[in-house]
């Protein structure tokens, strides 16, 4: 039972441009999202997160939106760079009644920005 | 500051055999999750040591298991390999039980563990 999906395995963009990473969740009782990026040989690291009181959350190039009735969210980078190149999880949590590091990670989508 | 680290980061056992992996969480954190990350796949939660007490477990069977120094190291250990335990051992550092308001979790590059 897949709780966070990323339906898009890759995604290539040109450099300068926008860069947006789609990501679905199906149970209702998440109430924290994050991403975060993987480079080959190294572990994850967080990119940015959001709280679901909020539909945004903005750091930098980086931007995440979230769509509650529609259980979606996505995270947009603009202008990407070459050095963003990586895979990107999404991942959900259930953070006030759970109270644990028990992330729910979807499968990844691995962004190629071209120079 | 030394982040997450993890040792070792390459193994191959055969089918059948026992494996411990290791990680030191990142300077001033106490607790420490564990994670299995499949080809293709994203991580999933094995568990979560805090005050050397496993306080929450994923979906893995009894042959995971684990282990918190009083250090706040850890230990994996994984008993009669199967093939399918093929996968990236990822572990995450944390303050506290409880998930920090920033949503961070430290990982470490893992440890690759070949079973065949």
């Known amino acids: 039972d897949q709780q966070v999906k990323q339906n898009s395995p890759s995604l290539s963009v040109q450099e300068g441009r926008i860069s947006i990473l789609n990501c679905d969740y199906t149970?209702?009782?998440?109430?924290?999202f994050l991403w975060y990026k993987k480079y080959p040989a190294e572990g994850p690291t967080f990119l940015i997160s959001?709280?679901?009181?909020?539909d945004k959350n903005e750091d930098g190039r980086f931007t995440v939106f979230l769509n509650k009735s529609a259980k979606h969210l996505s995270l947009h980078i603009v202008p990407s760079q070459p050095g963003d190149s990586a895979v990107y999880f999404c991942?959900?949590?259930?953070?006030?009644?759970?109270?644990?590091?028990?992330?729910?990670f979807g499968t990844g989508t691995l962004l190629a920005v071209q120079p | 500051d030394a982040g997450v680290t993890q040792s070792p980061t390459h193994l191959i056992k055969t089918r059948g055999q026992q494996v411990t992996l290791r990680c030191s969480p990142k300077?001033?954190?106490?607790?420490v999750s564990w994670y299995q990350q499949a080809l293709g796949q994203g991580p999933q939660f094995i568990f979560q040591?805090?005050?050397?007490?496993?306080?929450q477990r994923g979906n893995f069977p009894d042959r995971f298991s684990g282990h918190q120094f009083p250090n706040y190291s850890s230990e994996l250990n994984v008993n009669a390999l199967l093939l399918g335990d093929s996968a990236l051992y990822l572990c995450?550092?944390?303050?506290?039980?409880?998930?920090?308001?920033?949503?961070?979790?430290?990982f470490g590059e893992g440890s690759r563990l070949t079973v065949l």
């Open positions: 995450a550092s944390s303050l506290g039980q409880g998930f920090s308001n920033t949503g961070e979790l430290f």
């Open positions: 149970n209702s009782m998440f109430d924290y």
């Open positions: 959001i709280s679901s009181i909020k």
């Open positions: 991942a959900a949590i259930r953070l006030y009644g759970g109270a644990t590091n028990k992330l729910i």
């Open positions: 300077s001033g954190h106490d607790t």
């Open positions: 040591y805090y005050e050397e007490e496993e306080r």
